[in-house]
C-alpha cells in the first residue's frame, strides 16, 4: 500500500453536477434522453444503470445545467441520500442530486472507483452539510482523496471484489426463491380461486375468542429507555418486525391501551401508508404494543397462524384490501372495514400441512440469510484489505 499514490477525485475524473428542467413544460419531458434520480439507483440491483424511467428532450437538456454524461461514468448521488453509486451503461442525464464522475481512462478505471465508492459510503456522508437535509457539493467530492494502484492493480481489485459480490448475490437470490417457493405452495395447496373455493367468514370471526382485531396506542410521548416497545408501520420490513429499530413507551401509557398489547404468533398488519403489510409477532415481543398506523390479529380456533398470515399476503385478500384504502396523500383502511375482509376457511388438517411445508422452508430462509451475513461481513473485511493493498 507505501507504493500506492493518492490522487483527488478532480485529478483523476471530472465532475459533473445535474440538474432538472420546469416539470411544468411539456416540451421538456418524455424525449429521448435518459434522465436519473437518485431513486433510480435506491432500486437498483446491480453496479450497472442501463435505463431511467423518465426522460428529457433536447430542449429540456438545453434549458437547464444538466449535462449527458458519457457511457461508463460513475454516478454518484450527492444527496438524498448520499452515496448511492452506479455505473451507467448508456449516455444519460441525472437531476441535481448527483455529483457524477467521468473518470480519466490514462489514471482510473470506472469499476474500481465504483467499488471505492462504495466501500466509503459513511465517510461520503459525514462530509455532508446542510440543515434541512445533508448534501456533499463539487468542492467536496472534489477533494475526496482515493488511493490509486496501477490500472491492472485496479483492474484486479475490481474483479475479486466483482466475484465475491456474485458469491452475495446468488443467496440472495435464492432467498428470493424461496419467498416465491412459499407463495406457489400455497397457490398449489389452496388453488387460484380460493375463496370461491372454501367457506369463508369475516376476519372479525376467525379471531381468538376474547379479542378484537384493533390499533394500538394514540400518543407514545417520547422514547422511554426500558419502557415497552411498540410497533409502527415502518417495523414492518420484508416480512418482519425489526426488533432492533423498535421504540419504547411509558408502561403507564402502554397499560392504558392493554387491549393492543401482542402476544407471540399475534399477526401484526400495517393500516396506514403501507397499508396491508404484515408480519408474525416473534417469542421476544411478548406484551409489546402498537400505534395507530398498526392492528393486531390474533388468529383463533378455526385458523392455523401460518396459514392466515399467508392468507392476508395472497393476492385475494391483498387485492380486497386495497380496494378498501382511502386517501390518496395519507392512505389507510378503517379497522371497521379491515374487520369485514372474508377469510378463506379450508379443513384444518389442509391448513396445518401448509404451516408444516413452510416451517420448512423458513428453516431454509434462516439457514440462507446466516450464510449471506457471514458473506456480507467477508465483503466488508475484503473490501476493508482491498483499499489498504492487502489482497
Known amino acids: 500500500m507505501s507504493a500506492w499514490q493518492k490522487a483527488r477525485l478532480s485529478d483523476c475524473c471530472e465532475i459533473v453536477s445535474g440538474a432538472t428542467p ?20 435506491s432500486v437498483l440491483r446491480g453496479a450497472y444503470l ?22 461508463g461514468s460513475v454516478l454518484l448521488s450527492s444527496r438524498a441520500p448520499i452515496g448511492h453509486v452506479a ?20 489514471a482510473v478505471e470506472a469499476k474500481y472507483l465504483y467499488w471505492w465508492l462504495k466501500a466509503h459510503r459513511s465517510y461520503l456522508e459525514s462530509l455532508g452539510n446542510g440543515a434541512t437535509f445533508k448534501e456533499i457539493s463539487k468542492a467536496i467530492v472534489s477533494q475526496v482523496e482515493i488511493p490509486l494502484p496501477p490500472l491492472e492493480e485496479q483492474r484486479r481489485v475490481a474483479d475479486v471484489l466483482d466475484r465475491a459480490d456474485e458469491l ?34 369475516e376476519l372479525q370471526k376467525v379471531v381468538k375468542s376474547g379479542t378484537i382485531v384493533t390499533y394500538g396506542i394514540v400518543q407514545a410521548g417520547e422514547e422511554f429507555a426500558g419502557g415497552v416497545p411498540y410497533i409502527r408501520t415502518g417495523d414492518i420490513i420484508d416480512g418482519e418486525i425489526a426488533v432492533a429499530g423498535l421504540r419504547h413507551t411509558d408502561p403507564e401509557i402502554a397499560n392504558r391501551f392493554a387491549r393492543s398489547s401482542v402476544s407471540p404468533g399475534d399477526i401484526v398488519m400495517s393500516i396506514r401508508a403501507t397499508v396491508g403489510t404484515t408480519a408474525l409477532v416473534p417469542a421476544g415481543l411478548d406484551g409489546a404494543n402498537l400505534t395507530q398506523g398498526t392492528a393486531r390479529i390474533s388468529p383463533g380456533g378455526s385458523t392455523n397462524g401460518t ?28 379497522l371497521a372495514r379491515l374487520r369485514e375482509l372474508p377469510v378463506a376457511l379450508p379443513p384444518m388438517p389442509l391448513q396445518e400441512e401448509f404451516a408444516q411445508r413452510v416451517k420448512a422452508l423458513d428453516e431454509l430462509r434462516t439457514l440462507q440469510r446466516t450464510h449471506l451475513a457471514e458473506l456480507d461481513g467477508l465483503f466488508a473485511s475484503l473490501q476493508d484489505r482491498a483499499f489498504r493493498g492487502l489482497l
Open 87 to 106: 455505473i451507467n451503461t448508456i449516455p444519460m442525464a441525472t437531476n441535481q442530486g448527483f455529483k457524477s464522475l467521468v473518470p480519466d481512462a490514462r
Open 50 to 71: 442501463h435505463d431511467t424511467p423518465r426522460k428529457i428532450t433536447a430542449a429540456g437538456l438545453k434549458s437547464c445545467a444538466a449535462s449527458v454524461l458519457p457511457a
Open 307 to 334: 396459514y392466515l398470515l399467508h392468507y392476508l399476503r395472497s393476492s385475494a385478500a391483498q387485492h380486497w384490501i386495497s380496494r378498501q384504502i382511502k386517501g390518496a396523500t395519507f392512505r389507510e383502511i378503517t
Open 168 to 201: 452475495r448475490a446468488k443467496r440472495r437470490q435464492a432467498l428470493a426463491h424461496l419467498d416465491d417457493l412459499t407463495r406457489s405452495t400455497f397457490l398449489d395447496m389452496f388453488g387460484s380461486g380460493y375463496l370461491s373455493k372454501w367457506p369463508t367468514a
Open 22 to 41: 420546469k416539470t411544468g413544460v411539456e416540451g421538456y419531458w418524455d424525449g429521448e434522453i435518459p434522465w436519473a434520480t437518485p431513486k433510480d439507483l
